[in-house]
């Protein structure tokens, strides 16, 4: 429950979609608000970026390729966020403790670094 825990980046968690109400999506926190986010392609020449708005989460799939995610429909409101994902129970010979965050992906913002 996202009433138990604070959500922080590198996490993934559980939202509704913001398209379906009735559709919940599994996605990573690459950033929170008030970040810098790199919303271009690895291979683009010019990189353009946005700012997380107050209140908002950004959230991206770890399949990149293939993910529909805040790089096509922006930043999710936090209230979306039902929960954060702590095991990985199925197919059952994968269960166990999530991969580590695809740290090159999460961009840190300026008060991460006074935060040391």
């Known amino acids: 429950s996202r009433h138990l825990c604070r959500i922080e980046k590198g996490d993934i968690v559980i939202a509704k979609s913001p398209f379906d109400p ?11 608000e008030g970040d810098k986010i790199c919303t271009s392609a690895p291979s ?7 700012y997380v708005p107050k209140g908002h989460v950004w959230l991206e799939g770890d399949n990149l390729k293939n993910s529909s995610d805040s790089r096509s429909y922006g930043p999710v409101p936090y209230a979306l966020i039902r929960g954060r994902v702590c095991l990985k ?11 580590e965050s695809p740290t090159k992906r999460i961009i840190k913002s300026q008060s991460d670094s006074h935060s040391d």
Not at 23 to 32: D, L, T
Not at 44 to 50: C, G, I, S
């Open 89 to 99: 129970l199925w197919p059952p010979h994968g269960f166990g403790t999530l991969s």
């Open 44 to 50: 683009d020449l010019f990189k353009t970026h946005t």
């Open 22 to 32: 009735n559709m919940n999506i599994c996605k990573r926190v690459i950033g929170m």
